[in-house]
């Protein structure tokens, strides 16, 4: 019942013509001229570029003088400006899924925009999302790009007060085949697993999905474990199962701080005893599976790792977009694992220091790494904080250009989309960002947005205030 209501209300707000920006018809000519082109097939700036935009494809783009300019074309100063791929978020959710009215998806999609995401992957999806891909696709609303991940397959569900969230319960084998195949069929792009999940199940999703010829992604649990995820191709999110690779053969405790036991206080006994040395080894393992994965790490940097004051988290620009209902949730939430838990501090800086060196291992050793912010979860949203992730990544110890990979190149590789988005070339979607300054010199300045090119159509920072604007007294009425 709940999830019907949610259809019509969602379905009455696109009808309202709640959108007071024109959405694009595909027939915009733009020119941009003297712009500073970052193509991401290699590290280097192509300055003094004129960009050919034409009915939402990049159709030309060289220098001034080599490139023919349409008379009819809307011309875009692009002097001392850099223009690069959109970015990508790999692991979104929406504010649905912790009870908020769906008639606010739209409104996030905006703040996706806004921050020039221009494609997201959607990790939990549910018919609600699907509709809100399918009215972006026939260009009824704005929005980035999305991909969808089934219902999240788990093994039991112990919060019993959370009705609303996508999933899957599946305890057997035969449970997971036919719910495999069924999401398969209502159009899926991967099959998600999160929590709780039994090897036989597990084999399962492994085996059907590879007969539907249907990717797998997500969690990895204490029952399947990090060598069977490997060896069946799952892409990894969150470096779930890396902490148990590192345990030292005698430790009496068989788990560590993965998923759900983030929460667990016993689980951080284990971190000083966590042993470095054995992260090559781990790193080979992951290499020769060639796998892609997600480290979701600024998530855990800021909520579970270093923590943020409560100055902070108000100065953030996210704090404004999260609904007033759950804010008093997520203060509870925080106070539990900061005041209640209390993990002592060198666990919790040693934790998140390892997980640092592992994902510039990954990264130095060729593994394929993908920005995702795992939004909104706690004071995060979607939007804001891939930026945070991508930055996190040369906090990590990457290169800038290796980090704007992870939300560019690499996501674009993985889902099988690299010949249309992921760089600037000609015959691309013209899915761009347009930056006052350059990000191969300060990754921060991938917030510099000056305008966003989606679906055809231009979108100014004046457009994007506006959006934002927008997103905010929808957000008042909630």
């Not at 972006?136 to 093994?155: D, H, N, R």
């Not at 983030?262 to 020769?288: G, H």
């Not at 939007?383 to 939300?407: Q, R």
Request: charged share 25%.
């Amino acid at each position: 019942m709940i999830r019907i209501l949610g259809m019509m209300l969602f379905i009455l707000a696109v009808s309202g013509n709640i959108y007071a920006l024109q959405l694009a018809d595909g027939g915009n000519i733009y020119a941009i001229k003297d712009v500073n082109v970052i193509p991401m097939d290699r590290e280097v700036v192509l300055n003094h570029q004129t960009v050919i935009i034409e009915a939402g494809k990049i159709n030309d783009f060289g220098s001034e003088n080599k490139v023919r300019i349409p008379k009819n074309a809307q011309i875009i100063n692009g002097q001392g400006k850099y223009l690069m791929p959109g970015l990508i978020d790999m692991h979104a959710h929406f504010f649905y899924e912790q009870g908020v009215d769906p008639k606010y998806i739209p409104q996030e999609l905006k703040v996706m925009l806004a921050n020039g995401i221009t494609t997201v992957r959607i990790m939990n999806g549910c018919k609600l999302y699907q509709d809100a891909k399918n009215q972006i696709a026939g260009k009824k609303i704005i929005g980035p790009e999305l991909f969808m991940a089934s219902p999240q397959f788990v093994g039991e569900w112990p919060w019993k007060n959370d009705t609303i969230s996508p999933k899957q319960i599946v305890t057997n084998a035969g449970e997971a085949e036919e719910a495999v195949r069924r999401y398969k069929r209502e159009g899926y792009d991967e099959i998600k697993i999160t929590f709780f999940m039994r090897k036989p199940a597990y084999d399962a999703i492994i085996k059907t999905a590879a007969e539907e010829h249907i990717k797998v992604t997500g969690h990895i649990g204490h029952s399947v474990k990090l060598p069977a995820a490997l060896a069946a191709g799952q892409q990894i999110e969150h470096l779930d199962e890396f902490m148990e690779m590192l345990l030292p053969d005698t430790s009496p405790i068989k788990y560590s701080v993965s998923g759900t036991d983030i929460w667990n206080k016993r689980a951080w006994q284990t971190v000083p005893y966590l042993d470095e040395s054995k992260i090559p080894a781990l790193i080979k393992m992951v290499k020769d599976a060639g796998v892609y994965l997600s480290p979701t790490n600024y998530f855990f940097k800021v909520n579970f790792g270093l923590g943020q004051t409560d100055q902070e988290i108000k100065n953030s620009p996210d704090y404004q977009f999260i609904p007033a209902q759950l804010l008093s949730e997520r203060a509870d939430n925080r106070d539990y694992y900061w005041n209640q838990i209390k993990i002592d501090e060198q666990k919790r800086l040693r934790w998140y220091w390892l997980r640092k060196k592992i994902v510039k291992g990954l990264n130095d050793a060729g593994v394929k790494l993908m920005s995702g912010s795992d939004a909104p979860e706690w004071y995060m949203v979607q939007g804001f904080s891939v930026h945070n992730e991508v930055a996190n990544m040369v906090e990590c110890g990457l290169s800038n250009f290796d980090a704007l990979k992870t939300s560019t190149v690499n996501p674009c590789t993985y889902m099988g989309i690299i010949d249309r988005k992921g760089t600037v070339a000609t015959g691309k979607d013209a899915d761009l960002l347009l930056l006052d300054k350059n990000p191969l010199e300060d990754i921060s300045n991938t917030k510099t947005i000056n305008g966003v090119f989606r679906y055809g159509k231009y979108y100014s920072r004046r457009d994007l205030d506006e959006m934002l604007q927008q997103v905010l007294e929808a957000k008042a009425k909630l």
